[in-house]
């Protein structure tokens, strides 16, 4: 494990702003995350886990703690449930369309209108991350997480992390408790993609597919489409992607 020391945050965010990291490990093993603990305990400094950088404010000061990037990476098949479902088995740090598009390419269903969303895999059980009609929690099998507290590696059911409106435990109750190792996520072969959201529907009236009926693929294109043309899409040189998506709290004025 290599630890560095004052590493610009900047460029590993998609705002592109910020300082520096005190220490920085990034991290491509699991003993790696494990050493990154260990090692801001030890320095008695706050961990703060960097998955894709997406809509994340850093001070122009910096952090004064440990940042850990999660760099575990791919995308492998486990198996199948007892309906059927495909689980694909993908690493905290897969960028996340990545696997979006890999699931599109073998036409399972489930998370196509997901297409476009930054950042990576780890950070979308954390949020219960959704989009168009679809929420990660419909289709997460498992968590593979590292128990802070144990420092024993624990997999947790759907049920067990407590997915609601974007949250789940992860950001609520047991906040900093844990860190995502591995997701699991099961897919419907040969599903039917799902045209629920206004804008899709609209695409597809306006742009009607030459089968007739949407393919997984062409959903895909077509929500990347629609968050291209309201600068949700990150597109490399392209200056007005720079969004910070929404926000799904009324502030409260005392």
């Known amino acids: 494990m290599r630890v560095q020391q004052d590493v610009p945050l900047a460029p590993l965010t998609t705002l592109g702003v910020g300082g520096p990291a005190r220490y920085f490990i990034e991290a491509t093993t699991l003993d790696d995350v494990k050493r990154a603990a260990a090692f801001a305990a030890t320095k008695a400094r706050d961990l703060f886990v960097l998955g894709g950088g997406s809509n994340l404010l850093i001070a122009d000061r910096g952090y004064r703690g440990v940042v850990m990037k999660m760099s575990l990476r791919g995308i492998r098949e486990k198996g199948a449930t007892p309906d059927g479902r495909?689980?694909?088995?993908?690493?905290?740090?897969?960028?996340?369309?990545?696997?979006?598009?890999?699931?599109?390419?073998?036409?399972?269903?489930?998370?196509?209108?997901?297409?476009?969303?930054?950042?990576?895999?780890?950070?979308?059980?954390?949020?219960?991350?959704?989009?168009?009609?679809?929420?990660?929690?419909?289709?997460?099998?498992a968590v593979r997480v590292l128990d802070l507290e144990s420092m024993e590696v624990a997999t947790l059911s759907p049920a067990e992390c407590g997915f609601a409106y974007r949250s789940s435990i992860f950001n609520t109750t047991l906040h900093g408790r844990y860190i995502v190792l591995v997701v699991e996520y099961a897919l419907d072969p040969g599903g039917a993609p799902r045209i629920e959201y206004a804008d899709l529907k609209h695409w597809f009236a306006e742009y009607s597919p030459a089968s007739g009926t949407p393919t997984l693929a062409e959903t895909r294109e077509a929500v990347r489409a629609i968050r291209h043309s309201k600068a949700m899409l990150i597109v490399e040189g392209d200056e007005d992607c720079r969004s910070a998506g929404s926000f799904f709290k009324n502030p409260i004025f005392e």
């Not at 598009?101 to 780890?122: D, F, M, Y």
């Open 86 to 141: 495909r689980i694909f088995s993908v690493a905290a740090g897969e960028p996340w369309d990545n696997f979006v598009s890999h699931a599109v390419a073998q036409n399972c269903a489930g998370i196509e209108c997901l297409s476009g969303i930054p950042g990576t895999v780890g950070g979308t059980p954390i949020q219960n991350v959704g989009a168009y009609g679809e929420e990660v929690s419909g289709t997460i099998h």
